[in-house]
C-alpha cells in the first residue's frame, strides 16, 4: 500500500508526482461518497482538527471544515480577530496551546508566506497549508488540477494557461508547480507589472496578449488582482484592466475550439471575467467547488494516516 | 511448513455452482436480494457467483461491490497505509436482502466494517454473509457466515491464499506460511 512522503501538506512543491496522484486516487473515492444519501464516513472519528484562519476565508474555509465533518473528526475553529494574537502573543505560543489539548492536526491560512514551513520545525501535529500570504495554496492547486483531469482525461500534455494577476497570487505558484509535475504546458498571462521578473525560469511560457493565451490553452484558469495585496499602484485602474484582461462569451466563442475556464474564487463579476463568461458551458467553476470538498478530504485522511508512534 | 492446496480448480467450480444454489433456495427469484462484494479480494468471488447465479436463474440480479476502508477499526494502527477501492452500488440497499461475498473470513473486521459501510445506503431488511473459506477459531467478534464454501481449521502463522483463474491462471486455494508472498 502507498503512503504519502511527506509528513504535512506545505506546498505543493513539496510532493512528488506519485504524492499527487495517491490524492487524487483517494479523491475519485471521497467524491463517490460525496454522491451518497449518507455523505460521511467515519474514518478521522479519532482525530482532532483545528482551523487556524489568521486571514479571512469563506470557500477555503468551509470546504475545509465540511471535509473534516465528512470524515467525522473533531473540529476547532479559531479567527485571528478574536484571539490572544491580539494580546501579544506569538504564532508559536498560540499553536502550542492548542496543541496541548490534544489537537492531531492543523489547518492553517496565514498572511506570511513560510508561516507553514517555520511552524512545522516547531510542533508534532500535520500542517497543511490553507494558504500563506503570496506563497502557496497547495489544495486549490490540486483541486484545479483534480477538476482539469475530470474533464480532459489527464493533465499530462494538456496546455493551461492562467491569467490575471500572478504576482501576489499563491495559486498561481501552487498550480504551476502542480500542472509541471504533472506533465502539462503552463502559460502564464496578465498586465507585464503583475507577472514577476525570472518566472520562466519556473518553466513556463509568458504571454502578455490575452487573446493569444486563450486560443494556446485548452484550460484558462482565471485570477483575481488581489488590490489588498498590492503595496504600489500596478494598474492605472481596473476598468482598463477588465477592457485588456477581462475574459467575455465572444471572446469564447471565437476561438473555434471549446476550453474550460476555471477560477478559484472570489470573482470580481465585471473585471476578470463577465457574468455570461463565468455562467457558460464553458465555465466549471461550482465543479472545482465541489471537487475541493472531496481533495480536502483526501489530504486530511492520507496525512492522518500515519502509524501512531506509541 | 510446505504450501498446501485445499480447494483445486475441480472442486472450486462445484464449490461456486453448491453455493449458487443455496442462495436460490433462500432467495427464489431474488426480486429483493442484493449481492454484494467486499473490496478488495472479494470482488473476485462476488463476480464469479453473480455470472454464475445470473447463468442459472435467467435473469439479472441486483450486484454492486462496497469498499469498507474507511469504516475499518484499524486505520492509524496498522503499519501500512490503507488505500481506499471503488464503491459501486447503483440501487438502494432500503429493504433489501443483502448478501456480503468475501472470499476468507478470518477476524471478522473486514465484516463487521463492510456492514457499517452498507448501513450508510439505506437500512437493509436482513444482511447474509457468503463466504468462500471460513477459518474457525480465529474470529475477533461474534460474526459467522450463512453460506460457507469451505471450513478450515490453520493456524495463525498461516494464510490462506485465493487465485483466480483470470488473475493467476487457475482457481484454487492454498495455505501457506504468513511470511512469503508465494
Known amino acids: 500500500m502507498k503512503a504519502l512522503s511527506v509528513k504535512h501538506l506545505l506546498g505543493i512543491r513539496y510532493l512528488t508526482e506519485e504524492d499527487i496522484e495517491l490524492i487524487f486516487t483517494t479523491a475519485d473515492e471521497f467524491k463517490e461518497v460525496l454522491s451518497r444519501p449518507i455523505k460521511k464516513v467515519p474514518s478521522l472519528r479519532d482525530t482532532t482538527v483545528v482551523n487556524l484562519f489568521f486571514e479571512s476565508s469563506t470557500r477555503t474555509r468551509i470546504s475545509f471544515e465540511l471535509a473534516e465533518k465528512r470524515l467525522s473528526a473533531d473540529i476547532i475553529n479559531f479567527s485571528a480577530s478574536a484571539s490572544s494574537l491580539k494580546k501579544g502573543e506569538t504564532l508559536i505560543d498560540t499553536v502550542s496551546n492548542i496543541l496541548a489539548m490534544k489537537v492531531d492536526m492543523v489547518v492553517m491560512r496565514h498572511p506570511s508566506p513560510g508561516a507553514p514551513v517555520f511552524l512545522s520545525k516547531y510542533i508534532d501535529a500535520s500542517i497543511i497549508n490553507a494558504g500563506d500570504g503570496t506563497h502557496e495554496h497547495p489544495t486549490q492547486a490540486l483541486l484545479d488540477a483534480f477538476s482539469i483531469r475530470e474533464k480532459l482525461g489527464s493533465v499530462q500534455g494538456k496546455k493551461i494557461a492562467i491569467i490575471g494577476d500572478i504576482r501576489h497570487s499563491r495559486v498561481a505558484l501552487s498550480n504551476i508547480f502542480c500542472l509541471k509535475k504533472l506533465g502539462a504546458e503552463v502559460m502564464v498571462c496578465g498586465p507585464p507589472t503583475l507577472i514577476p521578473n525570472y518566472i520562466d525560469s519556473l518553466g513556463v511560457k509568458v504571454e502578455y496578449d490575452v487573446k493569444k493565451a486563450l486560443q494556446w490553452c485548452d484550460a484558462a484558469n482565471l485570477l483575481r488582482i488581489q488590490l489588498e495585496r498590492q503595496e504600489i499602484q500596478y494598474l492605472p485602474s481596473l476598468r482598463e484592466y477588465a477592457l485588456y484582461y477581462g475574459i467575455n462569451k465572444k471572446m469564447l466563442d471565437d476561438l473555434g475550439k471549446e476550453i474550460l475556464i476555471m477560477h478559484p474564487g472570489p470573482i470580481n463579476r465585471g473585471v476578470e471575467v463577465t457574468s455570461d463568461a463565468a455562467d457558460s458551458k464553458h465555465s466549471i467553476i461550482l465543479d472545482q467547488v465541489e471537487n475541493g470538498v472531496a481533495i480536502r478530504m483526501a489530504v486530511l485522511y492520507l496525512l492522518s494516516g500515519r502509524k501512531e508512534s506509541n | ?182
Open chain 2, 1 to 182: 511448513m510446505q504450501p498446501r492446496i485445499i480447494l483445486d480448480s475441480k472442486k472450486f467450480a462445484l464449490t461456486i455452482n453448491r453455493l449458487c444454489f443455496q442462495l436460490i433456495e433462500n432467495h427464489k427469484d431474488f426480486e429483493r436480494a442484493a449481492l454484494i462484494g467486499v473490496q478488495p479480494r472479494g470482488i473476485h468471488l462476488s463476480r464469479r457467483i453473480h455470472k454464475r447465479l445470473t447463468e442459472i436463474v435467467q435473469h439479472d440480479v441486483h450486484y454492486g461491490i462496497i469498499d469498507p476502508t474507511f469504516y475499518r477499526d484499524d486505520y492509524r494502527k496498522s503499519e501500512k497505509q490503507l488505500t481506499p477501492n471503488a464503491t459501486e452500488i447503483p440501487f438502494s440497499l432500503e429493504g433489501k436482502k443483502v448478501v456480503l461475498i468475501d472470499d476468507v473470513l478470518f477476524s471478522g473486521r473486514t465484516i463487521r466494517s463492510a456492514m457499517d459501510a452498507l448501513l450508510d445506503f439505506g437500512r437493509p431488511e436482513k444482511i447474509e454473509l457468503l463466504v468462500l473459506i471460513d477459518r474457525r477459531y480465529t474470529r475477533d467478534l461474534p460474526i459467522q457466515p450463512d453460506y460457507v464454501g469451505k471450513t478450515i481449521d490453520s493456524l495463525t502463522s498461516e494464510k490462506v491464499k485465493v487465485e483466480w483463474e483470470h488473475v493467476d491462471g487457475t482457481d484454487q486455494i492454498w495455505i501457506v506460511p504468513k511470511n512469503t508472498s508465494a
